[in-house]
């Protein structure tokens, strides 16, 4: 069962764009929320990540934005590049250092010049 | 940043050997750390959960006499695949938990190819 769900699955976004992918979940023990970058062939990179006290977090152009009665997370990235052409995953876990991440399905982003 | 190293990159073997990937936390702690197998243009998928000092925890459907987790030190876990065979040729990839930040960095993977 996909304890977190993520959309869309692809998105095309015009250089200088705002990408946007969207991400909820269920499970309220959840409380720590992170977004991976990943390029073909290499291990996600941790990009950002949001605990539910706050309900939006920027870093650069990538910002996360968290309702948590909604239980939906997003990733917002701005003034996109070709470069951040990626796969991007959400994921999710409970507080506690045993826990893995719930991830997402994935989002393949592609960024036009 | 905090780095995580895997080692080796990629690796082809012939069906019926063994094949040892190591996973290392560089600059940080990691008493936990995962290993998780991804398919082509698919998700992560958890294959177990690496505890430094203990047996690890497998995931449904993952067996564990296939594929051996030794988590013996804070900055490295290795993972064996006993007897290979063409359908375990995968993207291979670790993850460790930085024991301060919490944070969950990953390798860069390695890619199995079983003959």
């Known amino acids: 069962q996909q304890q977190v769900k993520q959309s869309p699955q692809s998105l095309i976004v015009q250089k200088g764009g705002i990408s946007i992918i969207n991400c909820a979940y269920e499970?309220?023990?959840?409380?720590?929320f992170p977004w991976y970058q990943q390029f073909p062939g290499k291990g996600p990179a941790l990009l950002i990540a949001i605990r539910p006290d706050v309900s939006e977090k920027k870093e650069g152009r990538f910002t996360i934005s968290f309702n948590k009665s909604a239980k939906q997370f997003s990733l917002h990235i701005m003034d996109s590049q070709p470069g951040d052409s990626a796969t991007y995953f959400c994921?999710?876990?409970?507080?506690?250092?045993?826990?893995?991440?719930?991830f997402g399905k994935g989002t393949s982003l592609l960024v036009t010049p | 940043g905090a780095v995580v190293s895997q080692h080796p990159s990629w690796v082809i073997c012939k069906s019926g050997t063994s094949v040892k990937i190591e996973c290392r936390s560089l600059d940080f702690q990691a008493t936990t750390m995962f290993w998780y197998r991804q398919f082509p243009k698919q998700s992560l998928m958890l294959m177990a959960t690496s505890n430094e000092g203990s047996k690890a925890t497998y995931e449904q459907g993952v067996e564990k006499d296939k594929f051996l987790i030794n988590h013996a030190s804070l900055t490295l876990s290795t993972l064996t695949v006993t007897s290979a065979h063409p359908e375990d040729s995968s993207f291979y990839i670790c993850s460790a938990r930085d024991d301060n930040s919490y944070e969950q960095y990953f390798g860069p993977g390695t890619r199995l190819t079983v003959t």
């Open positions: 499970n309220t023990a959840f409380d720590y």
């Open positions: 994921a999710a876990s409970p507080k506690g250092a045993g826990y893995a991440l719930n």
